[in-house]
C-alpha cells in the first residue's frame, strides 16, 4: 500500500482506518449501485412491517431481530418480519427454533436473488440492521434506495454511511429496547419516518455508477 500511487477505499471507514495506520496516498470512491434498479415507493403511512436482509452469522445478530419483535408483541404492538439470506454457520436454525418456541410472526425466505428481494420489499415498511461488526454494507444501501427507513445499530462503517436522525436512526448494539423505542417513532410520525427516507435516497444516489465512474476517470487520466 506505501508504494501504490494512490489507494482507493471503498468506504469511509475504511479510508479512516487507513488513516489511522499511518498511510497518506488514500482517496474514497464508493462502491456502486444502478440507482434506476430501486425504484424509490414512498410509505405513506409505515406500520412496523419489518424487513431484514443479510447472510445469517452470528457476527449479524439475527437473533436480536426476532428480540425486537418479541417485544414489540408484548407491548401489544401488531408487527411482522421478514428475514432474507442465507445460512451461515448454523444462526439460521437458532432463529427458526426461536420463532416457533416464541411463535413468534417472522417469515424466512432464505436467499434471494436481487431482483426477487427488492421484489418484496414492498410489501414492508421499515428496514433493520442489526449487526455487531460492518463496514458499508451493500444490502443498507439498497434499502435506502428503495425508500425502506432505516434503523441500524451503530457500528463501525454504519456511521459512515448513516446519519443518525436525518437519513436513518442509529442505535446501540445488542440494545432490544433502542430498536423498539426507534421502530415506534417510525409508526407514530409517519412524516419523520418519510423524510428519513426521502434524505436517505438522496445520499444513495450519489452512490450511483454513472456519478462514481467519474471519479474513477478523474483517477485513472
Known sequence: FAHAKINVAPSRYLMEAFKA???TKLRHIPNTIEIANYPFL????????LLWVRSFSEIYN??????VVAALLEQGYSVSL???GPEKDGSLKKCKQRVVEKKLPV?????????????LSKKYDIFINTTNFDNTPISVIEAMALGLPVVSTNVAGIPFLIEDK?????????TTS??????????????????????????????????????WIALLR
Request: with cysteine; glycine share 4%.
Open 62 to 67: 439475527p437473533l436480536l431481530a426476532l428480540d
Open 107 to 119: 417469515t424466512f425466505t432464505g436467499k434471494l436473488d436481487k431482483a426477487e428481494w427488492i421484489s
Open 21 to 23: 495506520e499511518g498511510y
Open 82 to 84: 421478514c428475514m432474507v
Open 178 to 215: 433502542a430498536f423498539v423505542t426507534a421502530l415506534k417513532a417510525m409508526v407514530a410520525n409517519p412524516e419523520y419516518a418519510k423524510q428519513l427516507a426521502i434524505h436517505a435516497r438522496q445520499k444513495v444516489e450519489q452512490f450511483d455508477w454513472q456519478i462514481v465512474k467519474q471519479q
Open 42 to 49: 414512498v410509505r405513506e403511512k409505515p406500520a412496523l412491517k
Open 166 to 174: 436525518v437519513d436513518g436512526i442509529l442505535v446501540p448494539p445488542n
